[in-house]
């Protein structure tokens, strides 16, 4: 079976830290970029942050730069999204998505959720609240 599966989200207090990790199966990350995505209470989900397939190559959006940390282990199958001094405005669910493409030499590519995908994932819920 191929799928993406995504783990680590939780509750967490302002100011915390969580690490979301995305594993795939059945199939390999190492060729593909991976792009973390979330989507709050209401609102339409968002392309966050992505990585191409070697790990050299990473964007950020602004709200979320200097605080997250995008990061791989292709030994592991593994992307991950280190969350630091989180806020209740990241509360959401994070989804990862796989791509062939290297979506990191374009921001729309990185970003865009409604672009296809060659795989996602079915999301972790991520709350920050005290």
């Known amino acids: 079976q191929l799928q993406l599966v995504e783990s680590g989200g939780g509750l967490v207090q302002p100011g915390g830290s969580l690490r979301l990790s995305c594993t795939a199966s059945g199939f390999t990350l190492r060729p593909m970029s991976i792009a973390w995505f979330r989507q709050a209470p209401g609102k339409e989900r968002e392309g966050i942050s992505c990585i191409n397939n070697s790990g050299d190559n990473k964007l950020y959006i602004n709200s979320v730069r200097n605080r997250f940390t995008i990061s791989r282990d292709n030994a592991k199958n593994t992307a991950y999204l280190q969350m630091n001094n989180l806020e209740p405005k990241d509360t959401g669910v994070y989804y990862c998505?796989?791509?062939?493409?290297?979506?990191?030499?374009?921001?729309?590519?990185?970003?865009?959720?409604?672009?296809?995908?060659?795989?996602w994932g079915k999301g972790t819920l991520v709350t920050v609240s005290s």
């Open positions: 998505a796989a791509d062939f493409r290297d979506i990191t030499t374009d921001r729309n590519w990185c970003t865009d959720p409604h672009l296809r995908r060659d795989y």
